[in-house]
């Protein structure tokens, strides 16, 4: 019979190696992603609009408010320190963010089993809700932190 492994002891024993793999995300790091706080299933992160990431109407690109909700998944949803993979995603967008703004996205676990996990990202501009996503995770057998010491 395998062990049980307490997720929660590996989130706040590991956090700073979790952290870290989030942070070091090449695309994150590229659009200029912040990773501002991470806890168990949850994750916040901001991105100050720049000029390239503006449509031809002068909003925030689609591709951009994408960007940062599906970044916030991946950090909620590795933050036990289990390699968990994005299978679907479902994205309602209510307003367009504006030039010069700030984004801030916030990712919350619904659910989470074994092999499957659940969340609600929000993604805000100024207070304002502009966008959602409704995501699954594909939990994988692997740990990218030690299971033991």
């Known amino acids: 019979m395998k062990p049980v492994i307490d997720e929660s002891d590996l989130h706040h024993r590991y956090k700073k190696e979790i952290v870290h793999t989030m942070e070091s995300e090449p695309y994150a790091q590229f659009l200029g992603i912040r990773l501002t706080e991470i806890g168990e299933g949850t994750a916040v992160a901001e991105l100050d609009i720049e000029d390239h990431m503006l449509n031809s109407h002068g909003t925030v690109h689609g591709a951009i408010t994408f960007a940062i909700a599906d970044y916030v998944f991946a950090a909620a949803s590795n933050s036990y320190g289990k390699t968990s993979v994005g299978i ?10 504006e030039k010069g703004t700030r984004l801030k996205a916030t990712a919350t676990e619904e659910k989470k089993n074994h092999r499957m996990a659940w969340y609600k990202v929000k993604v805000e501009s100024d207070n304002e809700l502009i966008a959602t996503m409704e995501a699954v995770a594909y939990r994988k057998s692997h740990y990218f932190v030690p299971l033991e010491e």
Do not use: E, I, L, P
Request: charged residues 0%; neutral net charge.
């Open 88 to 97: 679907s995603t479902t994205v309602n967008y209510m307003a367009a963010g």
